[in-house]
């Protein structure tokens, strides 16, 4: 007899369906680094084509490093699960040469709606940006069909 499949199973499936698919983040040159129910990793490190005028990493891809953790969170449970707000506060500069790191983790996840914070932080664990993401779920609509969906306790 298979033995249930996991959380953490599902989550991983989730990232693979997603990944495979996520243009954005492929083109930034990010690695997802891990996934749980709820909370994703990802890294990428600052290229001279993502600098500013003022040569810092343009904050719009900081955010958009920090947006792709919390779709890989927020979609950890099978159900598309899309972004219905967020807010990012930039607080250091992030230089060519860089490696960022963005966190994301669950704050609430109740019926159809979530909050995520994401930390991103520079290969010194110094704070680039604080984020915090709002979700909206679509009901009914799995990422990959036949595995389980929803939030289990």
Not at 38 to 45: E, F, H, P, Q
Request: proline share 5%; net charge neutral; charged share 20%.
């Amino acid at each position: 007899m298979d033995s249930p499949i996991t959380p953490q199973q599902v989550a991983e499936a989730t990232r693979e369906a997603m990944w495979r698919r996520d243009r954005a983040s492929l083109a930034l040159g990010m690695q997802v680094l891990a996934v749980g129910p709820g909370t994703a990793r990802l890294a990428m490190m600052v290229r001279e084509d993502m600098l500013n005028g003022l040569d810092t990493c343009h904050g719009g891809v900081v955010s958009t490093l920090a947006d792709s953790a919390f779709a890989f969170a927020c979609n950890s449970y099978n159900e598309q699960t899309v972004a219905s707000g967020f807010d990012v506060n930039l607080l250091a500069a992030a230089r060519a040469g860089d490696v960022l790191t963005a966190e994301a983790v669950e704050v609430s996840k109740a019926g159809r709606t979530g909050v995520y914070d994401v930390t991103v932080r520079n290969q010194l664990g110094v704070a680039v940006a604080a984020f915090r993401g709002r979700s909206y779920t679509l009901k009914g609509k799995p990422l990959v069909p036949g595995l389980p969906m929803g939030k289990t306790p």
